[in-house]
């Protein structure tokens, strides 16, 4: 079978400490290996205010996952996302090539950014002398 590049964005709850968050997320990559897949890319987005309630929580935990996988993996790892109870919500689309190429100029786009940001030169503070603060304060 022909293998598709996939996105899988997962929704935990908030509550859960940071190391049952990243054994949960290894478990995830691990049912995507195992079943043949290959994972791309992960990005943890981190805890994030919900617009609205899910299952009582106010805050989730986001994380994404890029990977190539055969057809039949996605049902797979959607019912292993039902049957854990820590996951509030998940969504997995198939990405086109136009997608593919969108995530990648928007990737280039934040290094870009974040070079532009490196190269700008703090200026650093002058401190009044204590005349000057005299007449500010007589001013007023």
Same mark, same amino acid.
């Given at each position: 079978m022909k293998s598709r590049v996939y996105e899988s964005v997962v929704l935990f709850n908030a509550a859960l400490d940071d190391d049952t968050i990243k054994n949960l997320i290894t478990r995830i990559k691990e049912t995507i290996t195992v079943n043949g897949g290959?994972?791309?890319?992960? #990005? %943890?987005w981190g805890r994030k205010r919900l617009a609205y309630q899910v299952k009582r929580s106010k805050i989730g935990y986001y994380v994404i996952h890029r990977f190539n996988a055969p057809p039949d993996l996605i049902p797979k790892?959607?019912?292993?996302?039902? $049957?854990?109870?820590?996951?509030l919500r998940y969504l997995t689309i198939a990405l086109t090539k136009d997608a593919l190429e969108q995530i990648?100029?928007?990737k280039s786009q934040q290094s870009k950014l974040a070079e532009e940001?490196? #190269?700008?030169?703090?200026?650093? $503070?002058?401190?009044? %002398?204590? %005349?000057?603060?005299e007449n500010i304060v007589k001013e007023e």
């Open positions: 290959e994972i791309l890319e992960t #990005e %943890d790892l959607e019912r292993y996302y039902q $049957l854990d109870e820590n996951i990648e100029i928007d940001v490196e #190269e700008i030169i703090p200026v650093p $503070l002058v401190e009044a %002398d204590e %005349d000057e603060e």
